[in-house]
């Protein structure tokens, strides 16, 4: 239920972005979502791509540093108070980070969480019956 994400630190320059990006096409690897966030001298992009071990690999031999975590994607009621409702859930688990995915799910939102123990947010989250998103039915949602 864990998904792999790809995370790799950007250097804070015109074109970075578009290496990466020009990288992963040149080699037919689409890119399902992503997150950018900065700082004054470089930035971490967070990638989650069907292939990640040949999307890892491709961007090493291009002389990237790519990182791998687990993440979890979890469908979102698309209403008013339905990621409130997801953290009372998710009270006890600390949140690293999280970012939306897009989808065609109009009834729901999916986002994607980094805990700080994913294990544990896992077994919360299963004691609660939520949905967790498999990586191979995340790739089918779009």
Same mark, same amino acid.
């Given at each position: 239920m864990k998904i792999v994400q790809l995370s790799l630190f950007v250097e804070n320059r015109p074109g970075a972005l578009k290496d990466i990006c020009n990288t992963l096409k040149e080699n037919n690897i689409n890119i399902s979502t992503l997150s950018l966030a900065d700082t004054?001298?470089?930035g971490i992009l967070r %990638? =989650? /791509?069907k292939e990640h071990e040949r999307a890892k690999a491709v961007l090493e031999q291009a002389g990237f540093v790519v990182k791998t975590t687990e /993440? %979890? $994607?979890i469908p979102v009621p698309n209403?008013?108070?339905g990621l409130a409702i997801l953290l009372d859930t998710l009270q006890d688990c600390q949140v690293e980070y999280m970012y939306a995915f897009a989808s065609e799910l109009h009834t729901q939102a999916v986002m994607v969480f980094r805990f700080a123990d994913p294990d544990k947010a896992l077994e919360v =989250?299963? $004691? $609660?019956?939520s949905n967790i998103i498999r990586e191979a039915e995340l790739y089918t949602l779009q």
């Open positions: 004054q001298s470089f %990638l =989650l /791509v /993440v %979890l $994607a209403c008013p108070g =989250l299963k $004691a $609660a019956h």
